[in-house]
């Protein structure tokens, strides 16, 4: 192997080199942006999570109150039905 062609070997082996050396920083800085967007990601939908929790829990107080007013109801209405059905026997 003359010297010529041993040292267009080492510039082609040296241009490949470069250009994998090119195409592993572009891929790190792909990876550190989806680590990024992973991140942002994660911490977004643990607080959209937290927030539904809280609405469940607020939801499931206002459906105990609004059963115990309907509770109250139907009690004062089972009276009414007793009064009235009192009257009219008495009528």
């Known amino acids: 192997m003359d010297n010529d062609r041993f040292q267009e070997?080492?510039?082609?082996?040296?241009?490949?080199?470069?250009?994998?050396?090119n195409d592993a920083a572009a891929l790190k800085t792909k990876v550190d942006?989806?680590?990024?967007?992973?991140?942002?990601?994660?911490n977004e939908l643990t607080e959209k999570v937290r927030g539904l929790?809280?609405?469940r829990e607020v939801q499931n107080d206002i459906n105990d109150r609004v059963l115990n007013s309907l509770d109250r109801i139907e009690a004062k209405i089972d009276v009414l039905?007793?009064?009235?059905?009192?009257?009219?026997?008495?009528?």
């Open 9 to 21: 070997l080492v510039l082609k082996k040296l241009e490949l080199l470069d250009t994998l050396t």
């Open 53 to 55: 929790y809280d609405f």
């Open 81 to 91: 039905q007793l009064e009235t059905a009192h009257i009219r026997r008495v009528k």
């Open 33 to 42: 942006n989806i680590d990024a967007s992973q991140f942002r990601m994660e």
